[in-house]
T-cell receptor, first 114, second 113 residues
């Protein structure tokens, strides 16, 4: 167990819908990173938050947004869902802002858009 | 921004043989290079990392080498076992600034018993 909790584990929804993925980082970790992993693909960085503020942005679509709350948990919001958004979404956390120490990944949320 | 290339994308070895995965990076300021292992259906987990002030690091059957001049680093797995079968990701990041860690595209390693 990495200490990073992601909910839900599985999510099936229809095209055009909106979903929210939740991540609770390890106790004491201030950084939260979101990654998208499509079938047989690598880890595509979406966005990073550090202590409540957006710190870095990757290839995140405008239909996607995220935030980190005062208690440090984070939510990734995906709207106007398309079939191509089906993927495994990972959250990772680290204690420092730049992931230059070990980052701990959650078990992921598998999103299926039908 | 940083660009990390990883080769090969797939690798099959006989049990007991060695496996080598190579990565190159573009940002000369990168100073932290972790390797993650992802078993099928599971989360990525750190297996070894190296910082730019070190040329080589070893942990039992796993070793990583770093060539800062050439901007490449490699993962070496010796005496491979079936449980080494997984996808391996390299990554590069640097301290300070608003830089994200960049992952390579992954190498699917199959160890044949």
């Amino acid at each position: 167990d990495s200490g990073v909790t992601q909910t839900p584990k599985h999510l099936i929804t229809a095209t055009g819908q909106r979903v929210t993925l939740r991540c609770s980082p390890r106790s004491g970790d201030l950084s939260v990173y979101w990654y998208q992993q499509s079938l047989d693909q690598g880890l595509q960085f979406l966005i990073q938050y550090y202590n409540g503020e957006e710190r870095a942005k990757g290839n995140i679509l405008e239909r996607f947004s995220a935030q980190q709350f005062p208690d440090l948990h984070s939510e990734l919001n995906l709207s106007s869902l398309e079939l191509g958004d089906s993927a495994l979404y990972f959250c990772a956390s680290s204690v420092v802002p730049d992931m230059n120490t070990e980052a701990f990944f959650g078990q992921g949320t598998r999103l299926t858009v039908v | 921004g940083e660009n990390v290339e990883q080769h090969p994308s797939t690798l099959s070895v006989q049990e007991g043989d060695s496996a080598v995965i190579k990565c190159t990076y573009s940002d000369s300021a990168s100073n932290y290079f972790p390797w993650y292992k992802q078993e099928l259906g599971k989360r990525p987990q750190l297996i070894i990392d190296i910082r730019s002030n070190v040329g080589e690091k070893k942990d039992q059957r796993i070793a990583v080498t770093l060539n800062k001049t050439a901007k490449h680093f490699s993962l070496h797995i010796t005496e491979t076992q079936p449980e080494d079968s997984a996808v391996y990701f390299c990554a590069a990041s640097r301290t300070g600034g608003y830089q994200k860690v960049t992952f390579g595209t992954g190498t699917k390693l199959q160890v044949i018993p």
